[in-house]
């Protein structure tokens, strides 16, 4: 059980209906796994922020890695003028 502490921002918020939750990712704790379990939850709203948005795990843009159990993940949108 991989469980990561979620918060959503701007888009993602509408796309998962909330702005943070927990959620247990599975023996394959990635970002590629997170991005496969909220694409699964929570459809093409969630696909399309997640396509050109940012992880940012513990305050720090991430790509791709093994996430820490009990980690916290934020979730953002892209941003205009950023």
Do not use: Q
């Amino acid at each position: 059980m991989a469980i990561v502490m979620l918060r959503y921002f701007a888009a993602a918020a509408d796309a998962a209906g909330r702005e943070a939750e927990e959620l247990d990712i599975g023996p394959e704790h990635t970002l590629g796994a997170l991005r496969d379990e909220l694409t699964t939850r929570y459809g093409d709203p969630m696909a399309r922020v997640l396509k050109s948005g940012s992880f940012l795990v513990d305050g720090v843009v991430r790509r791709d890695l093994t996430l820490p159990v009990g980690e916290r993940v934020d979730i953002l949108p892209p941003f205009a003028g950023g």
